[in-house]
């Protein structure tokens, strides 16, 4: 059985891989991926209360994520809806690519550690459709974006799903990672946008045509008040920054807060339009940005994280971690390569697994473990696309094809990579002697 799980999981993988050349949906993929190893599974087990069990265990993981994402999604649907990043947009004044390149990967860092990768990458691209015309040009940004995103979330408690399961397990904690890992996390950054800088010497930046707001890229787009776009401006980003803090005082999870965040904006929504007639208010209503929202990305999500949790309950992980630690015995060298690894496979079951497999009485909170595996698992992700919940968000904002961003990112998000390991044990080292 477990030979034939792993197949199916490769097979499934290469399909999503190689969505392009095949022409199928990686969505399709991830689902009959999904519904196959649980049937193999099902049917090998014979244990049908206990598979019944652990699939409930499963969906409500990918569910609580899944939530999550529709909400922050709908949430800078509805912003862009009433025209909201024009408030950043419009003091962008910078005509040179390089001072935009680094003004977005600094926002994108430091956002992403308040918001997370995941809501900072989908906000931050659909900016860059405001501020790029050339699709090449924005395809470069995505990837840049998606470096930045994840090296922003791997520094903060809040920034990545990994990072923040590892807070709530009691691994690390806030300050500790923020100290430990902040220089690791802005050498990941700096790095790739060097060598970036370089390449785009001298180029200028081509904005989209300004429309005037009778006719938008929607067709007849509603002009918005400067107080309307202000307003929803500040409730989106208020509502995406309050969930960690809804989560820590409440302890409930954050699919929560963003729903409760999306109800609020949904009234206030409604009280502001409501002198307006229905042609008018169409555009502008939540209804409107549920329907805009990118289904396929996130039923691709539950699919693929549905795909993984076989993985888990099949002990295939856990086994593969103690073939780790029996073969490689370094410590250092099992979380570089598991964050290598995180680059492939979706690095939540791969931190799951290490914080199954490492005891915390023999690994106390805050050692070089936990904080080496937060900065691994968190960029390890940006070196291919699939690789993490940002670069899947980018691949299918912009429909970047993966071999795309193996040829142009991924070199560049290695070199950071491993610029930041080096930091980090450097920085360990001398703290820790």
């Known amino acids: 059985m477990l030979t034939l799980i792993i197949v199916i999981f490769v097979v499934a993988y290469a399909a999503i891989a190689l969505e392009h050349p095949l022409k199928i949906n990686k969505s399709a993929s991830a689902l009959i991926g999904a519904g196959l190893l649980w049937t193999i599974y099902a049917l090998f ?46 003091r962008i004044k910078t005509t040179s690519l390089v001072s935009l390149l680094w003004l977005v990967g600094f926002v994108t860092f430091f956002l992403s550690a308040v918001l997370d990768n995941l809501t900072t990458t989908i906000v931050m691209i659909s900016l860059m459709k405001k501020l790029l015309d050339k699709h090449d040009d924005r395809l470069f940004f995505a990837g840049i974006i998606v470096i930045a995103a994840n090296a922003g979330g791997a520094w903060s408690p809040i920034g990545d799903v990994t ?32 060598v970036t800088s370089y390449f785009l010497k001298g180029r200028e930046v081509i ?65 502001i339009h409501s002198t307006k007639d229905d042609e008018a208010k169409e555009h502008l209503t939540l209804v409107r ?24 309950h099949t ?36 931190v799951a697994a290490s914080m199954g497999m490492y005891d915390l009485a023999q ?18 992700g940006s070196i291919l696309i699939i690789g993490s919940a940002a670069g899947v968000a980018a691949m299918g904002l912009e429909k970047i094809h993966f071999f795309w961003y193996v040829k142009r990112i991924s070199g ?15 920085q360990y080292k001398m703290f820790h002697g």
């Open 289 to 312: 940005a549920l329907r805009q929202i990118d289904m396929a990305s996130i039923v691709f999500f539950v699919g693929i994280l549905l795909a993984v949790a076989t993985l888990e």
């Open 163 to 194: 990072t923040t399961m590892l807070w709530i397990g009691g691994q690390i904690t806030t300050l500790a990672i923020m100290k430990g890992v902040f220089i690791a996390s802005m050498v990941n950054m700096v790095v790739p946008l060097a």
């Open 45 to 90: 087990t014979g244990d049908h209360h206990l598979v019944n069990e652990q699939l409930g265990e499963s969906l409500m993981g990918t569910a609580q994520i899944v939530f999550f994402l529709m909400g922050a999604m709908t949430i800078v649907e509805v912003v862009d809806a009433h025209n909201g990043f024009e408030v950043i947009t419009s």
């Open 412 to 426: 560049l998000a290695l070199i950071g990579y491993f610029g930041g390991i080096a930091a980090y044990i450097l």
């Open 207 to 271: 904005s989209p045509a300004r429309v005037d707001h009778g006719l938008g890229h929607h067709g007849h787009h509603p002009k918005t008040t400067p107080f309307e776009q202000n307003l929803m401006f500040c409730m989106g980003l208020g509502i995406l920054i309050c969930v960690p803090i809804f989560k820590t005082i409440t302890h409930l999870p954050p699919f929560m807060g963003i729903l409760f965040g999306l109800g609020i904006i949904w009234l206030v929504g409604e009280l």
């Open 315 to 350: 002990h295939i992980l856990t086994n593969l971690a103690k073939w780790l630690d029996q073969t490689v015995g370094r410590q250092d060298v099992i979380v570089t390569i598991i964050g290598l690894a995180s680059a492939i496979v979706d690095n939540v079951p791969l």
């Open 363 to 380: 690994y106390p909170t805050d050692s070089f473990l936990w904080e080496f595996m937060a900065y691994a698992a968190g960029t390890g």
